[in-house]
């Protein structure tokens, strides 16, 4: 099976702009997980989506949102960019409640 | 609030040699604790993972070991290669809550010398 998928890679945005991110998960799990890793920070949870309803939800500001497709295909966005925004955003995808498998993960870069 | 405390922050291990990662948990509620392998550029790899009904569990070099009452849990690479020079993170959730959301700890960066 092919795994969890992540577009674009790489991303310079500026500060104000908004961005979208893109996962596609491993064929088959239903359940997608969005993560911010920064060096500080570490991973943090943002959100959970499960057959296309936010399941669970982190401590991150409004200007961070999600939706999933019904092809379980996920999104999310960040409007109003800041610096502190920079970071890997990793996406998991999991069949159930155990498992989680991560993508390679978006680098934001915000200027 | 960090739930999970991870420690220590790096170490250096010899080739052959053990490396040992400790965690610590606030939540009493947490009944799953995976742990992940990640590489530069790369996402978190799942390497192994321990229920709370289970004391220790062995897959390969790599051994977790769980104490529920002292809510600590640990991981021990034994005969540590080069290879397995990355940063190793625990987590925990609540299986039994709907949903996934994974707390981790805030990483080791391991470095084997060969």
């Known amino acids: 099976k092919a795994g969890v998928t992540q577009t674009p890679r790489y991303l310079i945005k500026t500060r104000g702009q908004q961005v979208t991110l893109s996962c596609s998960p491993i064929?088959?799990?239903?359940?997608v997980s969005w993560y911010q890793q920064t060096p500080g920070q570490g991973l943090q949870f943002l959100f959970e989506y499960f057959s296309e309803t936010q399941r669970n939800k982190g401590n991150f500001p409004g200007r961070f949102s999600g939706r999933q497709f019904s092809n379980s295909r996920s999104e999310m966005n960040v409007s109003t960019l800041e610096l502190g925004d920079s970071a890997l955003y990793l996406c998991?995808?999991?069949?159930?409640?155990?498992?989680?498998?991560f993508g390679p993960g978006t680098r934001l870069t915000v200027t | 609030q960090q739930q999970v405390k991870q420690s220590p922050q790096s170490l250096i291990v010899q080739k052959g040699g053990i490396s040992i990662i400790n965690c610590a948990y606030e939540?009493?509620?947490?009944?799953?604790f995976p742990w992940y392998q990640q590489f530069p550029g790369k996402g978190p790899a799942l390497l192994i993972a321990i229920r709370p009904d289970v004391s220790e569990k062995k897959e390969g070099r790599f051994t977790i070991s769980f104490n529920k009452s002292a809510k600590q849990f640990s991981l021990h690479i034994m005969d540590s290669q080069p290879g397995d020079s990355a940063t190793y993170f625990c987590?925990?959730?609540?299986?039994?809550?709907?949903?996934?959301?994974?707390?981790f700890g805030g990483g080791t960066r391991v470095l084997v010398k060969p």
């Open positions: 987590a925990a959730t609540v299986i039994k809550a709907a949903g996934n959301k994974l707390t």
């Open positions: 939540n009493t509620a947490f009944d799953y």
């Open positions: 064929s088959g799990h239903r359940s």
């Open positions: 998991a995808s999991s069949s159930g409640v155990e498992e989680q498998y």
